[in-house]
């Protein structure tokens, strides 16, 4: 493990433990590290474990977008785009990239994300 992976790792348990007894104000910390550390083990190469950790941070971060859109379109908008970007073990179609690009751009709330989403549609969709 490296050591921004032991901080996430951390960062990660610590904002479990507060979810339990504070899921409002802390499940949308418990995303957001899990965002982080996908990207990370991505970048290392670890994809497997990357994909776990994206898998839960699209969950959680689905869950509180139902809940509350317009403050959580943003965290959620970041987690289906971090999704095209880390691969599975199949290939996965260009429909289903291009599927997670629209739903990023149609959940984001911020101007720059969603151009982020726009442009990442634009690369999946046109190759349909």
């Not at 490296?2 to 348990?13: I, N, R």
């Not at 670890?46 to 941070?57: F, I, P």
Request: hydrophobic residues 45%.
């Amino acid at each position: 493990m490296t050591t921004a992976e032991d901080a996430f790792e951390e960062a990660l348990y610590i904002f479990r433990r507060l979810a339990m007894s504070n899921p409002s104000v802390y499940q949308p910390d418990v995303g957001s590290v899990l965002n982080n550390l996908a990207v990370l083990e991505w970048e290392l190469g670890k994809v497997a474990q990357a994909r776990t950790h994206l898998d839960e941070a699209i969950r959680i971060n689905t869950e509180l977008w139902k809940m509350n859109p317009a403050s959580m379109g943003d965290g959620l908008a970041w987690t289906l785009l971090i999704n095209t970007m880390v691969p599975t073990e199949s290939e996965r179609p260009t429909s289903e990239l291009c599927n997670f690009a629209s739903q990023a751009e149609a959940v984001a709330y911020d101007g720059q994300l969603k151009e982020t989403a726009v442009a990442s549609e634009s690369m999946f969709c046109n190759q349909l």
